[in-house]
């Protein structure tokens, strides 16, 4: 495990400008550094409730899956994606954040104050596959919607009645 969690500390520390400087941070009172998006990952936040139901489609998968931060105070979940400087995501309370953006991490395999791995970095460098978030995003929306409909369905075929 000891040798999991140093690649994965090399690999995520790599993206901040002075890699020593990082773990310092991740040792020091705060135990949160600063790391670039755009080199190695961008990240694509969205709200809580809808990030957690699309993490649960996502693990379903039989591929490894990218690193997925929480901010527990903000209720935010962040997917790491590969580096796309043509991303474009588009939807209610969605945030992409690409090159010549930053975010607060803590260490792989730790938590500081409000943030949290749902799933660390594993240090092989592996990333959610964009379209297999953004489909697993549209399944927990129509969850979401699903539980907020007011309407009855039928128990047969799940069409709204009335």
Request: with cysteine; hydrophobic share 40%.
């Amino acid at each position: 495990m000891r040798g999991a969690q140093r690649r994965a500390e090399e690999w995520l520390s790599a993206a901040a400008t002075d890699p020593r400087a990082c773990k310092r941070q991740w040792a020091g009172e705060s135990g949160i550094s600063m790391v670039a998006c755009g080199r190695f990952w961008d990240v694509l936040t969205v709200p809580e409730n809808l990030g957690v139901l699309a993490l649960d489609a996502l693990l379903c998968i039989p591929q490894a899956p990218g690193p997925v931060l929480a901010d527990t105070g903000s209720r935010r979940v962040g997917f790491f994606l590969p580096p796309d400087p043509q991303g474009r995501w588009v939807g209610p309370d969605i945030r992409y954040a690409g090159r010549g953006s930053w975010i607060a991490v803590p260490a792989p395999y730790r938590a500081a104050g409000r943030l949290r791995w749902l799933v660390p970095p594993d240090g092989t460098g592996s990333l959610f596959v964009p379209a297999a978030v953004e489909l697993a995003l549209q399944q927990a929306l129509g969850t979401l919607t699903g539980h907020t409909e007011t309407r009855e369905r039928c128990p047969t075929c799940g069409a709204h009645s009335g």
